[in-house]
Nanobody, 119 residues
Framework: QVQLQESGPGLVKPSQTLSLTCTVS??????????WSWIRQPPGKGLEWMGA???????FSSPSVKSRVSISADTSSNQFTLHLSSVTPEDTALYYC???????????WGQGTQVTVSS
């Protein structure tokens, strides 16, 4: 059974770059047909898909954050990382990593990590 675990700073200052890492166990991030996503939930709001990296290394991102987001993978460590630049307080949220197939049904999730953007 695949497990995902987010890690990263809980507090980031405005204008900085937020980096979060998702460590995957019980399955390889290069396994065929899987996509590895970052999803966030701001306080009092719904879930927002931010972007993903595919088993092939291809990346995808939401138009709402496309200019600020990049996702990379470290296959030797079985991890993938979100980089979100120029953060503002509006980026304060609970951040999740998740796995899906090509149908974009997210069947496996990490427990989430809280990120607060504040000076």
């Amino acid at each position: 059974q695949v497990q995902l675990q987010e890690s990263g700073p809980g507090l980031v200052k405005p204008s900085q770059t937020l980096s979060l890492t998702c460590t995957v166990s019980g399955g390889s991030i290069t396994s065929n047909r899987y996509y590895w996503s970052w999803i966030r939930q701001p306080p009092g709001k719904g879930l927002e898909w931010m972007g993903a990296i595919a088993y092939s290394g291809s990346t995808f991102s939401s138009p709402s954050v496309k200019s600020r987001v990049s996702i990379s993978a470290d296959t030797s460590s079985n991890q993938f990382t979100l980089h979100l630049s120029s953060v503002t307080p509006e980026d304060t949220a609970l951040y999740y990593c998740a796995r899906s197939g090509s149908s974009w049904h997210f069947g496996s999730w990490g427990q989430g990590t809280q990120v607060t953007v504040s000076s």
